[in-house]
């Protein structure tokens, strides 16, 4: 009960701070979810290769000439999904935490879209409770 309590104040407070409807609300979802769609279908047809050859557009990189922490992520990502593990994490390392992460986010936006978020919420907080109680909790009771 209290997680969906959360879960509506956090919305309440997302509608009035932008005084957005929720019909609008809705709309911006299933926005969301079509974008990452094709986002998705767009790396998996279009080859590696083909993204590898594309110019750099990190101002950082073109500026000083250095890589930031995102570059290479767009080539690993792309690489991911076609099923070069090895490939995507020689491009860059933070796909082991990227990809995992835009998953969980596709996921919780397609359960929202369905009504059926109550569900991931639970799994999270319940997490997050038992983390927080087993870093309270002394390793001995003596």
């Given amino acids: 009960m209290q997680v969906h309590s959360i879960k509506m104040l956090r919305e309440d407070r997302l509608r009035t701070r932008f005084k957005i409807s929720q019909e609008s609300l809705r ?5 969301r979810v079509v974008l990452y769609f094709f986002l998705g279908l767009f790396f998996i047809i279009v080859p590696t290769e083909y993204i590898k050859q594309a110019p750099s557009i990190c101002i950082f ?3 000083i000439g250095v890589g930031c922490f995102g570059c290479g992520l767009t080539r690993a990502l792309s690489s991911m999904l076609h099923g070069n593990l090895v490939e995507a994490y020689h491009y860059n390392r933070l796909i082991v935490i990227v990809f995992p992460l835009l998953s ?3 996921l919780y ?4 879209l369905f009504g059926l978020s109550s569900i991931l919420n639970k799994v999270f907080s319940y997490q997050i409770v038992s983390w927080l109680v087993r870093k309270r909790m002394p390793e001995k009771l003596s």
Avoid: F, S
Wanted: proline share 0%.
């Fill in 27 to 31: 709309t911006l979802i299933v926005c």
């Fill in 61 to 63: 990189k073109n500026i």
């Fill in 104 to 106: 969980l986010l596709c």
């Fill in 109 to 112: 936006y397609l359960l929202i």
